[in-house]
């Protein structure tokens, strides 16, 4: 183990234009608070070349290390122990940055069955990875705040010392490129897995499990999905503009791309402070500032919204409790109404100071996955998730993000997220391959909820993504 560096770079206001030299290489990884699309993140933090890597699927975890680094071994250990032991004992760092090395990567909403004892219904229609997460030594973390970025390293990586001076060239300066017309296609319809009738018939389901007591709230989703061909990072530098998002993210993992733009936090952890940020209630955007307001305004004061918010509140100050100090969870805000590109959300913060001797991941795993997409009481409300809804969600309602070194960590709800696999190569095979993009999107079934208005929040949540493959396909088809 080397010594830590720290090196300031040029601000850029732009991180993916950074991010783009990087973008393809297998384990390149962005997330991206959304400017200068949007001025609600602050912090971007981007990575490659990790250094060592966990992958779960099923009970089994295989850990690769870079050559010489240490054996690559395979466990069927809990997945959150086995990364709590590869990231090691907690440093401390000598800077306010929020990342200064570790893990990058998903948590897969399936990683659900190792927490808890869920019947199998669903199609495993993704063949993905539950958990994809890399070790980083160094990272470029872009305050848009101070207009400040830099470049840090934490020193588990003798190759990081060695590579500093090509690093600092190659993030010093901002690369443009020209796409090509058609860098992305979709080619065909956009088909969810629940049309209408379907979606009715899974929500007269919920009801009756209300009416019989099983639960209070079961979050119902639908998928959507589509082939195509193309640059997944072309896609998602689209999407980004459509729908710029705090919690955004791309990640290129040898299996799956991930193009996630979502406005939900599940999970920071900054020096032993906890917050969460749920998020339920939901009115698109209207088409003037008036009927924008009025749409805010009616969320805001909508007792059904409130009560279905307030169910997920409860929900989380229990998960938290189970980790934080006892008295410290409390809640400093609640039903904030927030604005985002198509639809405005009903958000409240749940905060608390973690246990002494707890880590961020026996948080997350306490806390996993987020209330806020499964429902109340949860586990009930995932079993019958998992009989309704006719595909795995895969990492659609996990949660993306990073857990530091340091013991910081900072996690979103996998919403608005778009999944790319395929046959999947160098890049010019991947412009010829076969692939399928998809997405979800749900909403939270109460007791007093109407079919028909559920059905219309789910497209209102989809809009952007929508909009992005039709628009896609449109490009297709024209000469």
């Given amino acids: 183990m080397t010594a830590p560096l720290l090196s300031e770079l040029p601000y850029s206001e732009d991180s993916a234009a950074l991010f783009t030299p990087w973008a393809e290489r297998p384990w390149a990884v962005f997330l991206d608070s959304g400017p200068p699309h949007g001025r609600q993140g602050r912090y971007d933090i981007l990575a490659a070349d990790p250094y060592a890597t966990l992958v779960t699927q099923g009970n089994d975890t295989e850990i690769r290390y870079a050559a010489g680094l240490a054996e690559d071994r395979s466990s ?39 927490l808890e004892n869920l019947p199998t219904h669903s199609v495993n229609a993704e063949h993905i990875p539950d958990m994809i997460i890399g070790l980083y030594d160094w990272a470029v973390v872009v305050d848009h705040q101070e207009k400040r970025s830099w ?25 443009t490129v020209a796409w090509q017309p058609h860098s ?14 379907r979606y009715a018939k899974a929500f007269a389901g919920i009801q009756r499990y209300i009416r019989e007591g099983d639960c209070y709230q079961v979050n119902l989703a639908q998928r959507f999905a589509a082939p195509c061909q193309g640059s997944p990072w072309y896609a998602y530098h689209q999407l980004r503009r459509l729908n710029c998002a705090p919690f955004s993210a791309y990640l290129n993992h040898p299996q799956v791309q991930t193009l996630c733009s979502s406005p939900e936090r599940f999970l920071q952890v900054r020096n032993g402070v906890v917050e969460t940020k749920p998020i339920k209630g939901t009115r698109p955007r209207g088409f003037d500032a008036a009927s924008d307001l009025a749409q805010a305004q009616a969320l805001r004061n909508s007792p059904k919204d409130q009560a279905e918010n307030l169910m997920i509140v409860d929900l989380l100050r229990n998960d938290l409790g189970k980790n934080c100090q006892p008295g410290s969870v409390h809640v400093p805000t609640l039903f904030d109404v927030e604005s985002f590109a198509t639809v405005h959300h009903l958000v409240s913060t749940v905060r608390g100071k973690l246990a002494d001797g707890t880590h961020a991941l026996d948080l997350l795993r306490g806390c996993f996955p987020g209330g806020s997409i499964t429902g109340a009481p949860k586990v009930r409300a995932m079993q019958i998730i998992e009989e309704l809804e006719p595909h795995r969600r895969g990492i659609y309602c996990g949660a993306i993000g990073y857990v530091g070194f340091d013991g910081n960590m900072d996690t979103n709800i996998a919403i608005r ?63």
């Fill in 76 to 114: 069927s250990e809990d997945p959150f122990l086995l990364l709590k032991q590869c990231l090691g004992a907690t440093v401390a760092t000598q800077n306010s940055l929020p990342f200064c090395g570790g893990a990058i990567g998903y948590f897969g909403y399936d990683l659900a069955r190792r």
């Fill in 184 to 197: 992305f296609r979709v080619l065909g319809e956009v088909q969810s897995n629940l049309p209408r009738e």
């Fill in 417 to 479: 997220t778009l999944v790319h696999s395929g046959s999947l190569g160098d890049s010019a095979s991947r412009r010829l391959s076969n692939q399928t993009i998809r997405f979800w999107a749900g909403g939270g079934i109460v007791a007093d909820s109407v079919m028909e208005e559920e059905y219309r929040e789910c497209y209102a949540k989809a809009s952007a993504l929508l909009t992005l493959l039709q628009q896609s396909r449109r490009e297709a088809e024209s000469p």
């Fill in 151 to 175: 470049l840090v390293a934490q020193g588990r990586d003798p190759r990081s010392a060695a590579r500093w001076p090509e690093l600092l060239r190659a993030f010093s300066q901002v690369q």
